[in-house]
């Protein structure tokens, strides 16, 4: 310690003691008492009548009876609206990327670029590209726009009121339920907005349960299984309902999963009570148009497009090597997939699911086209026009059953979070013990249930 | 509904320059509680897209961009709301540090004209700690709606610094607000802040243990705030001062406030 600021510390505590012991409450109450003063003299306020309807919405809205299931009634609908509005995009991009893979490839081999360099880039880098692409634009283009307009509508504070119960008796912070709704669209994001906790206890358990919220970049692979596997066994007309009831139950599950592991961790690791905060329900706002387009669809859903782009180029051009080179007969792919099947059959999947979710790990967006692309192999460039092609492929050819969608979704909702996620959770923590902790908890949560799932199943089934 | 200002006329004199910093003459903070509309705020002026919300807590980082009025280039660094300057979450900490060590031209503390009296609290702090500050009333056109009138004269009165009605949304009002500015950092307009806080004593106090910091950590703004977290006992502060982390604190800020922050374009992204 230096000379000066020792002296410094010695002076200002016999000054404390000289002014005895409530100097600052003085202090505090002579702010508090002057603002209210000076606020009294500024402001004459008449009789409101806006003010009466936002607090007769927010009755309803955040009111004991009401506020939970209208919750769930918004968020099943914007996913019923999401699925139903991707479906014919998606299909159109995916037909129109595809042509073009075609006639490119096509053109290459007369123009006799040589067989591997074609497959390489179109049937390798191009087509990861084109799955994403075609996969993940349509719902974020729909989703995103619905979830900033409530996000700018004032609705989001109300969600955290409306949750704050349950997250209180987990041990949590209530401001959990920002971050968790941050996290729809990107874990990193929400980790990042955890910032708003003031202890650092709760401030991890939001940390550390971010991931059980379904990121954009697996919403793509739940909407996927959900439409195949439950909405095709209902009438047309219910089809898209029962996918989106579907989607809202991982949610729920997720959601249950998150409070779950906040009660375990803040009755073990991070012991303590759940802290008392305050929080203002803002006004109810009319979005602005421009900004709620900007927002949601350049800095939302291109910048999560851009990455998952990123990283699925690369990816493709993985697996075509890996669905290229031969050992003894068989693919590296496919070697890797019979390696792990034993561990993917446990848990009621099978070793590509595993191998794409290996491969997966900068970016959750590329699960599904890498298990397609590993599945679909070199030799047959089979193109999945619709659904039924889709569900011909995972069920007829690669023995899927409805154990197996199942445990996909919970092993997408579960899982390690991506690569980004787990740096940003370092950065954020600077610590490895968290990150480290942040990656393995729920990858292990995820086995675990997956396993318990499996064996109940087959015990029933 | 709102209408593009930068065709009209008033706006003549402000260029929205984004990222582009390049030299600034001038470093403007904007502080206000969550929510009041400091990021619509620093967006109307830079012309940059931070992102905006209607919850508290959605700014989370330092978000910098400039903007040149009156042929003067401003830096305006968009901070996270805070209720108080001696909270602890990390967001806002960053505003905290920034206010106390980064040494801005001007302050200005944007409160939200629905609740003036909550908002107060925060401008009574920062009045304690600078001198240059101007408070822009923000949702000039939310506390019409709800029968609300705003007497900024009074305002301006009581604290000792200027008090401007804006409406960030829209644009209305911005025009003044940065002439205000102006005046506030050439020293035009004097600014005779109401400082509140404690007894005759404890300002005593204070000014007792002022040239103590100043010796203990030279070249440090703010000594008088350290001073009253020192009476406070606050031991954070304290082991800040003893170990020297308060002088990296404060080099640190002013090394950032050098820096022409490409940043933004990554942070904006969240």
Known sequence: MTQPAAIALQRAAELRQSLGTNFRDEAVRSIYGEAARIAARATVTANSVRAGLDQRIDRIVTSPVFGLPIMAIMLG??????????????????????????????????????????GFIWHGVYKGLAWVISVMLPPMAIFFPMFTILEDLGYLPRVAFNLDFLFKSAGAHGKQALTMAMGFGCNAAGIIATRVINSPRERLIAILTNNFVPCNGRFPTLIMLATVFVGASFSPGFASLAAAGTVLLVVLIGVVFTLAVSWALSRTILRGEASAFTLELPPYRRPGVMRILYTSLIDRTLFVLWRAMLTAAPAGAVIWILANIYVGGTSLAQHTANYLNPLGHAIGLDGVILLAYIIAIPANEIVVPTMLMVYLGTGMMTELDSMDDLRTLLVDKNGWTLLTAVNLMLFSLLHNPCATTILTIYKETLSKKWATIGALLPLGLAFITCFLVAVIWRAIA | MSHNCETCASFSELARMGVNLG???????????????????????????????????????????GFEFNKVRYKLVDLPGTYS???????????????????????????????IERNLNLVLQVLEITSRVVVAVNLMDEAARKGMEIDLRSLSRDLGVPAVGIVARTGEGLQGLLTTVDGVASGEIKTQPLRVAGTPEFQRAVAELVPLIQEAAPGVPNARWIAIRLLDGDAEVESALTSGRLADLVSGQQKNAERFSQKIALQGAQ
Request: proline share 4%.
């Open chain 1, 77 to 118: 609908t914007i996913f019923w609206v999401t699925i139903t509005g991707a479906n014919v995009p998606s299909a159109l991009l995916a037909d129109g990327f595809f042509w073009f893979e075609d006639v490119a490839a096509g053109a290459f081999a007369r123009w006799g670029v040589p067989w591997w360099i074609t």
């Open chain 2, 23 to 65: 030299k600034f003459d001038r470093v403007v903070a904007l502080a206000g509680n969550p929510n009041t509309g400091k990021s619509t705020l620093f967006n109307a002026l830079t012309g940059l897209k931070q992102h905006t919300g209607n919850w508290p807590g959605k700014t989370v980082t330092r978000a910098e961009g």
């Open chain 2, 85 to 115: 300057l001696l909270s602890a979450s990390s967001d806002e900490e960053i505003a905290r540090d920034f206010l106390l060590f980064g040494t801005p031209d001007v302050t200005v503390v944007v409160i939200d004209a629905t609740a």
